[in-house]
Every structure is written in structure tokens, then in C-alpha cells.
């Protein structure tokens, strides 16, 4: 089964972009950083990604190899001997011989087992291309999730900022109603412990933020170091909803047309079926043709030398008619990795279609999070307001306040939290889809 046009071209893209040369993006990580440049800049950094750029080029190695047998091979020979008369076997008696040769071999015949070699091999590669594939989108899957994560440490951030900003704003009104008499010495000791209390929410929300850069650096591949500094990288972003519609059945069916694991074990498939093919090449004889030039020439203790060189042509052939079973035993093994590898594709079937379902699952839990957490922020708004305006007027207590900030707050943060959550079941979603940032843009 050879490729189709459109794999090609995306794997062709795939390999394009995780081999951009290093001269092309700095060397440190970019200072500031969105979504797209930290998917480049893993494609060229990412350690998975290389090493498995390095296992296509160790199969490219292999493959060369294989097809030497199916060319001519030349091969120059040459000995020297000097040795006691005594023991000379030339007419006439020799104390030193040379010879000098050049000879080419060509394989005519090995039962079809050089070319089910070569097509193996070159199967074998397909495999690995697509298994590069895979692991691109698993490295960028896990890049985009650590972007977002960063992007959720940073707003969350934002928003204890704004909730001791809120409390700093409070205990100042509560100051200005107690010096008027219109509040008691409580309502300010209440503010200021509420003051208080914010201030470790945000000093963990930072200390959240600066683990998730770090851990960003790490999936990106990037370089520690001074120029590498992650508390010195600003992500650009944010995390807003934008609703997208899927299909179950279409997402199922894409994952069998697209996802590189099971395009990689239908070509191991297809190599195990060589393989067959190589290890029943033994029951046939080997014929090959040879070729070359020779000269030689030997010296007698009596003075002089004896010359001797010319042409030859040949045909060659070798057939093992009893091994022992040697090849009754290799083919069998061939045959037993050849159902291996079919059940290895049907069992990858089943769970990219459970991964597939799980992920839809999550997209459509994620969506009503969302949807829930944007109701519960406006009224959690507007409750503030009514409470501070009720404060204000002497109907509410400051308590009532405290409680509308705090649930403000929490309300924030689960939009947040759910917005995060929808982008990556998103991500998640496509990527069991097999569709990948490296192949269908970010």
C-alpha cells in the first residue's frame, strides 16, 4: 500500500517543520511568547521530536544497507606471501607469491527475497515517518496544555490581584464610614482580615504561575540558563471561549482515516508480509554472476619471476537443501509476527475509538461548565454591587460584602478554570481525532 498524495504532503510538512534549522529561532527562549511561536519553537526543540527525527535517519541507514544486496558489489582483493622453500606447492618452486584482483558480484536470483528485503525496509521507514507523527502531536498536545496552563496561572494571578484590590478598596470605605460614626471598630477589624487573607491566595497564585512557565519551558525543550530564565517569559494569550461543534461518528471516523498510530501498524502490517516473503526465500537457491580481472605471479630462489593475468566471467549458486529447519523455523517466526501485528492494529483500533469517546465526553462536559461559570460571574457582579450600594445605605452588614467579594472571586476563578478546561478538551479532542497543530496550523 503505498502512501496516498494528501499523507504525503503531511508528512512532508511534518518533517519540514521539525527540521527547521536552528538558525531560523533563537537560540533561549523568546522573552515574549504566544501560542503559535511556542508551537514552532518546540518543533525545533522538543526532545522527543528529535530523537525520533534521528530513528527515521536510523532507518534511512538501514535501508541503504538492504539495498546493497540488490546492486553489484566490487571488491579488491590482494595477498603477498614469502615462505620457505621447503614447504613451496608451486611448479617451479616458489619462496613468495603475490596476487592482485578486482571482482564484481551481481545477485541474479534469491527467491524473491532481496526485493521483499528492500520493500520491508522501505516499509519500515513509513512506519517510522508516521510514528514521528505521532509523537509530534503527542509533544505539541502537551505544549498547547502547558501554554494554557500558563495562561491560567496568569489570570488567576490577575484575579487575586483584583480580589486584594477589591478588599484594599473595602477596608478604605469601611475607614472613611467609621471616622463618620456611621460603622463601629468592627466593621474594620473585619476588613482588615479580609485584607489579610487575600494576600496568600496571591502569593500562591504566583508561585503557581512561575511552576507553570517553568514547566512550559520544559515541554518547549528549551535551554537552562541564564538566557533561558523562565520567570523572564511573558506569555501572550488569554483564554476566551469560542464554541466548536463536533460530531461523534465524524470524529470516530477521522481517527481511523488520520490517526498516525494506526497508519503506522497497517504499514507494519504490510512489512511483516515481507518479512514473510524474506524468510521463505531460503527454500530457493542463490544465483548470482560474478566478473573481475586477476594477476599474479610467483619468484624462485634462482632469480626471476613467473607472471600470470586475465579476465574471468562466472556464475555462481548455492541452495541449502537441508538446514536442520532453519527456515521451517524462521518462517514461522515471520508468520507469528505477522498475526502479532494484526492483532497489535485491531487492539489499537479499539482503544483510539475509546479515547475518542472519552474525549468527545469531556468536549461536552466542558462546554456546560462554561456555559454555567459566564451565568454565575454576572450575577456574582452584580451581587457585589448590591451589596456594597446595601452597605453604603446601612441595610446590609459588612459581612454581607465579604461574601459577595469572596464569591466574586470563586466565580472568577471558575470561569477561568472552565475556559482552560474547554480549550484543552478541545485540543484533546482533535489531537484523538488525529488532527495536529504541526500539520493543520495552531
Not at 510514528?131 to 489570570?155: C, G, M, S
Not at 529447519?325 to 485491531?346: C, D, N
Not at 452584580?382 to 461574601?403: C, M, S
Request: hydrophobic content about 40%.
Amino acid at each position: 500500500m503505498k502512501l496516498p498524495p494528501s499523507r504525503i504532503l503531511c508528512l512532508a510538512r511534518a518533517l519540514a517543520f521539525a527540521s527547521r534549522a536552528a538558525a531560523d529561532t533563537p537560540p533561549g527562549l523568546p522573552a515574549r511568547l504566544d501560542l503559535t511561536g511556542a508551537i514552532h519553537y518546540a518543533l525545533d526543540h522538543n526532545y522527543a521530536i528529535l530523537q525520533a527525527r534521528e530513528q527515521i535517519r536510523q532507518q534511512e541507514g538501514i535501508i541503504l544497507q538492504v539495498k546493497s544486496a540488490a546492486i553489484p558489489n566490487l571488491a579488491a582483493t590482494g595477498t603477498y606471501q614469502r615462505n620457505s622453500t621447503a614447504i613451496s606447492q608451486t611448479v617451479p618452486v616458489s619462496n613468495e607469491s603475490w596476487t592482485a584482483g578486482l571482482r564484481a558480484t551481481q545477485t541474479l536470483f534469491a527467491g524473491g527475497g532481496v526485493k521483499s528485503a528492500v520493500e520491508n525496509a522501505e516499509l519500515t521507514k513509513d512506519a517510522a515517518l508516521f510514528d514521528l507523527q505521532a509523537t509530534i502531536n503527542e509533544a505539541l498536545l502537551d505544549v498547547r496544555t502547558k501554554f494554557y496552563n500558563v495562561l491560567l496561572a496568569r489570570d488567576k494571578v490577575r484575579v487575586q490581584e483584583q480580589n486584594v484590590e477589591l478588599s484594599k478598596r473595602q477596608l478604605q470605605d469601611t475607614g472613611n464610614q467609621f471616622q463618620a460614626g456611621t460603622v463601629s471598630n468592627f466593621e474594620v477589624l473585619t476588613a482588615r482580615v479580609a485584607l489579610a487573607n487575600a494576600q496568600p491566595a496571591l502569593i500562591t497564585a504566583r508561585n503557581d504561575y512561575r511552576i507553570a512557565i517553568e514547566q512550559l519551558r520544559q515541554s518547549l525543550g528549551a535551554p537552562s540558563g541564564p538566557q533561558a530564565a523562565g520567570s523572564s517569559l511573558e506569555a501572550e494569550g488569554s483564554l476566551d471561549f469560542e464554541r466548536l461543534d463536533f460530531d461523534l461518528d465524524a470524529a470516530l471516523m477521522a481517527a481511523h482515516e488520520h490517526r498516525p498510530e494506526l497508519l503506522r501498524l497497517a504499514k507494519q502490517e504490510e512489512a511483516a508480509e515481507k518479512g514473510v516473503t524474506v524468510a521463505q526465500s531460503t527454500y530457493y537457491p542463490n544465483v548470482s554472476a560474478f566478473g573481475g580481472y586477476e594477476y599474479g605471479g610467483i619468484g624462485v630462489p634462482a632469480g626471476g619471476t613467473y607472471n600470470a593475468n586475465g579476465w574471468l566471467f562466472g556464475v555462481q549458486s548455492s541452495w541449502a537443501i537441508f538446514d536442520g529447519r532453519a527456515t521451517s523455523g524462521k518462517v514461522r517466526q515471520a508468520r507469528s509476527l505477522l498475526e502479532q501485528a494484526h492483532l497489535q492494529h485491531s487492539q489499537e483500533e479499539l482503544a483510539i475509538d475509546v479515547e475518542v469517546r472519552q474525549a468527545f465526553s469531556s468536549w461536552q462536559e466542558a462546554a456546560e461548565l462554561v456555559a454555567a461559570s459566564q451565568q454565575t460571574v454576572a450575577q456574582a457582579e452584580e451581587a457585589l454591587r448590591l451589596a456594597n450600594t446595601r452597605f453604603a445605605a446601612g441595610t446590609a452588614t459588612q459581612l454581607d460584602v465579604l461574601n459577595s467579594q469572596v464569591s466574586l472571586t470563586q466565580a472568577r476563578t471558575n470561569g477561568l478554570q472552565a475556559n482552560y478546561t474547554y480549550l484543552v478538551a478541545v485540543a484533546a479532542l482533535r489531537d484523538a481525532m488525529g488532527y495536529s497543530d504541526a500539520l493543520v496550523g495552531s
